[in-house]
């Protein structure tokens, strides 16, 4: 006799019950990083122009807005400048100017955008204001100013000023700025401090007011070592188990390195406060060239960091006109920021200075889309659409 059927679906469920559910468990590394986009870079359609000018960056509004800086030269002055796209970056129009100054008596320059968390909808702009004398060139002063636009990044004014110090060669640079995401909502603010020509620390300055007032700064990166760190930039990095939740990413030379500059990075497993696990992430492919100018950003959970580099010069000892001859590139990690891959070149010789800005889901890429911003030598300031696929 056999059991009618029902007993029968009754074994083969408990069956299929006690049995899965070892066999699921078993087959769930311990350090499984949680579902991500593709990890290969593809340029998506032609670039779109900005504006006329260098080192470009960008931000999305809570609103979908992005809202991008530069550097322009004009008329004789250095000017910040932003420009405004409605449409994932399809096309970018002028919006507003931040501030200006007569290049031959200040360096204004390397600026980075920030909306301020909910309910605000302040924008911030962090850049460095340096003095110069105008009849020498030598800088009399260094500065990281922050400025605040409370209509969508027109119009601008001076907030804070979270570093100054004299000249002429221990400067401040690159300013780079993060919301913690503590629920505390405080601001870090990154940039680079010269100790030497040879030795620049990334340090940290905290806020709890907006940027209003900062905290004493602390050592990031470099600190204790003679290396020149600098161009900060932090993403985060999607892993369930992995304590590195943070990535910081720079570039770096020393003396062993004979001043040639390569791609490091550090990481955080508390929000920011401390960073660790020195290490190279990317070293320029041929002699006496090199690759600086990190920025990295997190694509639906795969890193992407971009960089600058002449390593497709075959260049005799000592490497020179680095800027004149760089290309700027992108390599990816689905790991997490362990392993790096991928390389592809975004703009040709001639470019430099990149930033980038993730599109999100809300970038019709289903998370896997990126801007990729540049200057092209002779074509201005300019946004390249990148896909992982
Ligand atoms: C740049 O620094 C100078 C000197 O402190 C300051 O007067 C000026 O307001 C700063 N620029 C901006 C746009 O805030």
Redesign the pocket.
């Known amino acids: 006799m056999f059991p009618p059927i029902f007993v029968w679906l009754f074994i083969a469920t408990w069956i299929t019950t006690i049995f899965a559910s070892p066999i699921d468990r078993s087959l769930a590394p311990k350090n499984l990083l949680l579902p991500r986009a593709p990890t290969r870079p593809t340029l998506t359609g032609a670039p779109v122009p900005i504006g006329a000018g260098t080192y470009p960056r960008a931000t999305r509004l809570r609103d979908g807005t992005i809202v991008a800086v530069y550097t322009a030269f004009q008329s004789g002055s250095n000017i910040l400048l932003t420009a405004r796209s409605t449409n994932n970056g399809a096309t970018f129009t002028p919006l507003g100017e931040?501030?200006r100054g007569a290049s031959n008596a200040n360096d204004i320059d390397n600026a980075y955008l920030l909306q301020l968390p909910t309910p605000s909808t302040r924008i911030l702009c962090a850049f460095r204001?340096h003095s110069k004398d105008p009849v020498t060139g030598t800088y009399t002063f260094f500065?990281i100013?922050i400025?605040a636009s409370d209509d969508g990044g027109k119009t601008w004014r001076?907030l804070s000023?979270p570093a100054s110090d004299p000249g002429p060669v221990t400067g401040n640079w690159e300013p780079y700025l993060r919301t913690t995401s503590d629920g505390t909502n405080a601001l870090q603010l990154y940039y680079s401090r010269e100790n030497n020509a040879q030795d620049q620390d990334t340090l940290q300055r905290t806020s709890h007011d907006g940027g209003l007032s900062w905290s004493p700064a602390t050592c990031i990166s470099g600190c204790g070592l003679t290396a020149r760190d600098g161009m900060t930039s932090i993403a985060t990095i999607n892993t369930n188990t992995n304590s590195k939740s943070l990535i910081l990413v720079y570039e770096t030379s020393s003396a062993a390195t004979a001043g040639l500059f390569s791609v490091g990075a550090v990481f955080s497993a508390d929000d920011g406060r401390t960073w660790s696990g020195r290490c190279t992430i990317y070293t320029a492919s041929s002699p006496h060239t090199s690759a600086g100018a990190p920025q990295v950003i997190n694509v639906g959970g795969t890193l992407v960091v971009s960089f600058m580099t002449n390593e497709d010069q075959r260049l005799q000892a000592p490497a020179g006109a680095y800027t004149e001859t760089t290309a700027v590139k992108v390599v990816t990690s689905g790991d997490g920021g362990k392993t790096w891959g991928n390389k592809v070149t975004v703009g040709e010789r001639q470019s430099s200075w990149p930033g980038l800005l993730d599109l999100g889901p809300a970038g019709g890429g289903g998370g896997a889309r990126f801007l990729y911003l540049l200057e092209r030598g002779g074509l201005g300031v300019r946004s390249q659409l990148m896909t992982l696929m």
């Open positions: 931040i501030t204001n500065r100013t400025t001076y000023q």
